[in-house]
């Protein structure tokens, strides 16, 4: 990647939560644009040469700052920069946000099923923050499935949108499921999101009949989950969403 594809910000503030789980933000610059559901791809200079690893931004579409979370994976090149990472650091940005896994792509649809583990919750963070999600579903239905509960980070950060100047009118919309799969004490499931989706737990917990007519689901995580509840989801006569072929999934891999 060349120098001019790329800016370098300034790491504004840096939240650990455990050994393995931070949030961060860097500064924006103004002429950054990105849409709910996209990821940057941010970067460090190793040796030589560069490192770059695609992260989903949490922030708001009209946040002044960039938000990310990340779960450290060991041994990883990336997770032992920012293991390390400081506020006053210095972190590079491609200039241009990535991805299409974006709500608006579905062209109509009443519940927007969002399902994710790990840090593959960021998008949706994003996401639910847009004024116009709240206003074009009649139900936002969002799952975030980790192993144990202290990985659930960020649910009174679910909580708050109640008293979010923007959304908070809408909140009696949002039916959030905290998943932890190892640690059967305080939520409502405890088995993995495709077993869910399969026997119809989740539909039962999130209080709706899953529906080809209604329900469009986005789907992120890891690698394994998003293939399974994919499956799952196909088997229980949902299509895989294209623009030419508009379907009920979207679905992306996240770590």
Same mark, same amino acid.
């Given at each position: 990647m060349?120098?001019?594809?790329f800016?370098?910000q300034t790491?504004?503030?840096?939240?650990?939560?455990?050994p393995k789980h931070?949030?961060?933000?860097?500064?924006?610059?103004?002429?950054?644009?990105f849409? /709910?559901?996209?990821? $940057?791809r @941010?970067?460090?200079r *190793?040796?030589a040469g560069?490192l770059w690893?695609a992260y989903s931004?949490? !922030?708001a579409e009209?946040?002044?700052?960039?938000?990310y979370f990340?779960v450290?994976?060991?041994?990883?090149?990336?997770?032992?920069?920012?293991?390390r990472?400081?506020a006053?650091d210095?972190?590079?940005?491609?200039?241009t946000a990535q991805?299409?896994?974006?709500?608006?792509?579905?062209?109509d649809?009443a519940?927007?099923v969002?399902l994710?583990?790990?840090s593959?919750? /960021?998008?949706?963070l $994003?996401? @639910?923050?847009?004024? *116009?999600?709240?206003q074009?579903f009649d139900?936002l239905a969002?799952?975030? !499935?980790?192993s144990?509960?202290?990985?659930l980070?960020f649910?009174?950060?679910?909580?708050?949108l109640?008293?979010h100047?923007?959304v908070?009118?809408e909140y009696?919309?949002?039916r959030?499921?905290?998943?932890?799969t190892?640690e059967r004490?305080?939520t409502?499931l405890h088995t993995?999101?495709p077993e869910?989706?399969?026997?119809g737990?989740?539909a039962?917990?999130?209080?709706?009949?899953f529906?080809?007519e209604?329900?469009?689901?986005?789907i992120?995580g890891n690698?394994?989950m998003?293939?399974?509840t994919f499956?799952?989801?196909?088997?229980a006569?949902?299509a895989?969403h294209r623009?030419r072929?508009p379907?009920?999934?979207m679905?992306?891999?996240?770590?």
């Open positions: 060349q120098q001019e594809k800016t370098e790491v504004l503030w840096v939240k650990r939560h455990s931070l949030t961060f933000a860097i500064s924006r610059p103004e002429s950054y644009r849409a /709910a559901g996209q990821f $940057s @941010l970067g460090v *190793e040796g560069f690893r931004v949490i !922030s009209y946040a002044d700052t960039l938000e990340v450290l994976i060991d041994g990883g090149p990336m997770s032992a920069h920012l293991a990472l400081q006053g210095t972190l590079l940005l491609d200039k991805g299409f896994f974006l709500p608006e792509r579905f062209s649809g519940e927007l969002m994710s583990t790990g593959g919750i /960021a998008p949706f $994003s996401i @639910l923050q847009q004024p *116009e999600i709240w074009r139900t969002l799952a975030h !499935s980790v144990y509960h202290n990985e980070i649910n009174d950060w679910i909580a708050a109640a008293e100047p923007l908070g009118d009696a919309k949002l959030f499921l905290p998943v932890a190892r004490d305080g409502a993995r999101l869910a989706v399969a026997n737990q989740l039962q917990a999130f209080g709706l009949d529906d080809r209604r329900s469009r689901f986005m992120c690698p394994a998003v293939r399974d499956q799952a989801l196909l088997d006569g949902f895989m623009n072929q379907g009920h999934i679905m992306e891999n996240g770590f």
